[in-house]
Every structure is written in C-alpha cells, then in structure tokens.
Nanobody, 117 residues
Framework: VQLQACGGGLVQAGGSLRLSCIAS????????MRWYRQAPGKQRELVAT???????DYADFVKGRFTISRGNAKNTTYLQMNSLKPEDAAVYYC????????????WGQGTQVTVSS
C-alpha cells in the first residue's frame, strides 16, 4: 500500500481546508484509515479514524470541526477541516492499517497545514 497526502496549505483562522489521502496498491486490504498530525516540538497525535465498515471517530480537539470520509472510488480518504484554529497547524499524515497475519501500518509523506491568526 502506498499513500499520497495532499491538500495542505495556508489558511486564516476560521477557514477550511480539505486534505486528501490517495491510496494505491492493495487498497482493498486496508481495514482502517487514520489521519495524524504533528506540530513542531510535539508528539504525533491521532486526529481521526475511518474504518472499512464506514464508522468514523475523532479526537476531542477536532470533534464538530473535522470530518473524515472516503471517496466513492474507495482509494481516497478525505479530512475536511472547518473552523481551523492556529493550534491546528501541523504536518498532517495519513495512515493505513492492514490486518493480514498481523497488523501492518503504512504512512503517507505528510502535508503541511498552516493557520494564521
């Protein structure tokens, strides 16, 4: 599985961005898609989770503002980010989990989100 994240950029506080994670390879083996983020000097943190069954879960700090979803083609996972705050600024990474004789994780390269106050 290969992942390509894109859609980051510079936005003013209160604005919106939509991140995309495009998967290639054995995409039908993916069980869970996640978005993580890492701000300078901080640990990487989980932002949102989307399962192959269609359920979504969010970190408390983004609930009500961010939405994770899957495209119709099943190879793209989105993170719609609304009401952005300066503290949302970070490099955002998409992550895929495959359960096949163990648990395997794959990472995209990250996309930078900058929020100006």
């Amino acid at each position: 599985v290969q992942l390509q994240a894109c859609g980051g950029g510079l936005v003013q506080a209160g604005g919106s961005l939509r991140l995309s994670c495009i998967a290639s390879g054995s995409i039908f083996s993916i069980n869970v898609m996640r978005w993580y983020r890492q701000a300078p000097g901080k640990q990487r943190e989980l932002v949102a989770t989307f399962t192959s069954g269609g359920s979504a879960d969010y970190a408390d700090f983004v609930k009500g503002r961010f939405t994770i979803s899957r495209g119709n083609a099943k190879n793209t996972t989105y993170l719609q980010m609304n009401s952005l705050k300066p503290e949302d600024a970070a490099v955002y990474y998409c992550n895929a989990v495959v359960w096949a004789r163990g648990s395997w994780q794959y990472w995209g390269q990250g996309t930078q989100v900058t929020v100006s106050s």
